[in-house]
């Protein structure tokens, strides 16, 4: 494999969804958890029924043969997992919101559903690229609701971008999508929620 091959590779593996949701995820609930016991548990919860049982599955499934490779690059293999990752939402929202979690997360977790619902529905007919929506959403996450500097992530976007064409797992159209639609998303969910997420957070922190 040449150079370029080999680090398009590497930037679509280090681009994972599994990684940069977990990420997006922890800064909010580190910065918005009103204590050390509560950030553990929001955290746990999270990245538990989040990211293990989903990533459980797809690699169970890789091993039985059921799915092509760890990134689900075969377009209709994307189903299931979709639906058991938005289930996974449902139930982790249900706990967070039963559990009074502070509203930015409460927020942080529909806009999941909402991208999740979307992105399901397009990936039923097209393969639409899941590394750059789950970039571009948390990238819009994190800027409005913990610092307006990382919107500087959003530079990593066409990079990543790169990556998936250059490993021949999308189009150019594929990628440009999400990069698009995933912080409009993003964007609408929070700016409905704007008057609860503004008890908690500054107003002059917001980039809303």
Known sequence: MQMPGRL???ISLIASPFFTISLAALLLINRFSPNRQEMLFWGAVFIFM??????????????????SDIHVSVRKQRIKPFLLAFLCAIIVFAVFYAAGAPWPLISMLWVMLANGIIFLII????????????????????????NPAATLLFL???????ARV?????????????????????????YNNINEIRQLVPTDSLNL
């Open 166 to 190: 250059r490993e021949h797992r999308h189009t150019f159209w594929q990628v440009v999508a999400p990069a698009i639609l995933a912080p409009l998303v993003t964007l609408t969910v929070l």
């Open 156 to 162: 990593l976007v066409p990079i990543v971008a790169w």
């Open 123 to 146: 990936t039923s007919f097209w393969k639409i690229s899941i590394h750059i929506a789950a970039l571009a959403g948390a990238a819009t996450l994190v800027s409005v609701l913990v």
């Open 50 to 67: 989040l990211i293990v049982v989903p990533f459980l599955f797809i690699y169970l499934s890789v091993r039985a043969g059921a799915i």
């Open 8 to 10: 398009a590779k590497f």
